[in-house]
T-cell receptor
Framework: AQSVTQLGSHVSVSEGALVLLRCNYS??????LFWYVQYPNQGLQLLLK??????LVKGINGFEAEFKKSETSFHLTKPSAHMSDAAEYFC?????????????FGAGTRLAVHP | GAVVSQHPSWVICKSGTSVKIECRSL??????MFWYRQFPKQSLMLMAT?????????EQGVEKDKFLINHASLTLSTLTVTSAHPEDSSFYIC??????????????FGPGTRLTVL
């Protein structure tokens, strides 16, 4: 069965600093991986997704993630944090058992950006 | 990108009453819709998967008689919380996909509905 582990429920960075949000996955089949962002009282917005093409995936708002099979990781990075990046971030893996593209979410990481 | 709406955005009801939440895909036909539940400061937990014109598939531990899901058209799915109790208070989020069987197809999420049961 697929699962996702996000290390660090809270991450705090200074504005302009590197953002690194960690995600490790477990999957019995080649995984499809996603990063979503959630702002307070809102739904989820897709940042980027890995679907077995390039291992370095670029997303919206300057975010990118690198798929590393040997480390079973899909960490999310952004070179320079902006105040507007403060939000909850979820890593997810696609569970294709049963024929449907269900998403299994990690516990989430709350990113705080301070001046 | 594809837009998914939910109505209402928030609802307060008395214990024992039923509440219906609508999920609509506004500019595409959603063959598959998913319903999630999110408790404060927690992740999303999938409740059920619904396909247009067929019965929903519920995740283990989700009471199908309590959480009634109807996917009557390619643009509308509804979740009805029957005989709601305070423990049902939560943030309910739907998502919609154009083809549930393809892993390349993205799920588009609605803005969520905050349910508070008094």
């Amino acid at each position: 069965a697929q699962s996702v582990t996000q290390l660090g429920s809270h991450v705090s960075v200074s504005e302009g600093a590197l953002v690194l949000l960690r995600c490790n996955y477990s999957s019995s089949v080649p995984p499809y991986l996603f990063w979503y962002v959630q702002y307070p009282n809102q739904g989820l917005q897709l940042l980027l997704k890995y679907t077995s093409a390039a291992t370095l995936v670029k997303g919206i708002n300057g975010f990118e993630a690198e798929f590393k099979k040997s480390e079973t990781s899909f960490h999310l990075t952004k070179p320079s944090a902006h105040m507007s990046d403060a939000a909850e971030y979820f890593c997810a893996v696609s569970d294709r058992t049963g024929g449907y593209n269900k998403l299994i979410f990690g516990a989430g990481t709350r990113l705080a950006v301070h001046p | 990108g594809a837009v998914v709406s939910q109505h209402p955005s928030w609802v307060i009801c008395k214990s024992g009453t039923s509440v219906k939440i609508e999920c609509r895909s506004l500019d595409f036909q959603a063959t598959t819709m998913f319903w999630y539940r999110q408790f404060p400061k927690q992740s999303l937990m999938l409740m059920a998967t619904s396909n247009e014109g067929s019965k929903a598939t519920y995740e283990q531990g989700v009471e199908k008689d309590k959480f009634l899901i109807n996917h009557a058209s390619l643009t509308l799915s509804t979740l009805t919380v029957t005989s709601a109790h305070p423990e049902d208070s939560s943030f309910y989020i739907c998502s919609a996909g154009t083809s549930g069987r393809s892993p390349y197809n993205e799920q588009f999420f609605g803005p969520g509905t905050r349910l508070t049961v008094l």
